[in-house]
């Protein structure tokens, strides 16, 4: 079964950037949609972005222009980059393969001046 390590978060003022990864074990995440998703405090986890088989994309309307999903197959790794950050978007940030797996621990983003 596949194994997710993410990796990145941080502390960053608002209109900074953080890039998260998404490293894999026990299987090509080539084979796999990739998510990456987000929980805030007292709030449900929810998708932010996707990929697709080949490199189709899709993000959720509060993210959009300002975040972007890729991945390196050769490196086994999926990424988030994000721009612009508000303190809207601090929660821990996981990714998952589509269908859900198991959860990782997730990073911490924290967006505060």
């Known amino acids: 079964q596949v194994q997710l390590v993410e990796s990145g978060g941080g502390l960053v003022q608002p209109g900074g950037s953080l890039t998260l990864s998404c490293a894999a074990s026990?299987?090509?995440?080539?084979?796999?949609?990739m998510g990456w998703y987000r929980q805030a405090p007292g709030k449900q986890r929810e998708l932010v972005a996707y990929?697709?088989?080949?490199?189709?994309?899709n993000y959720a309307d509060s993210v959009k222009g300002r975040f972007t999903i890729s991945r390196d197959n050769a490196k086994n790794t999926v990424y988030l980059q994000m721009k612009r950050l508000k303190t809207e978007d601090t929660a821990v940030y996981y990714c998952?393969?589509?269908?859900?797996?198991?959860w990782g621990q997730g990073t911490q983003v924290t967006v505060s001046s």
């Open positions: 990929i697709i088989s080949g490199s189709r994309t």
């Open positions: 026990g299987s090509t995440l080539s084979f796999y949609d």
């Open positions: 998952n393969v589509i269908p859900n797996a198991s």
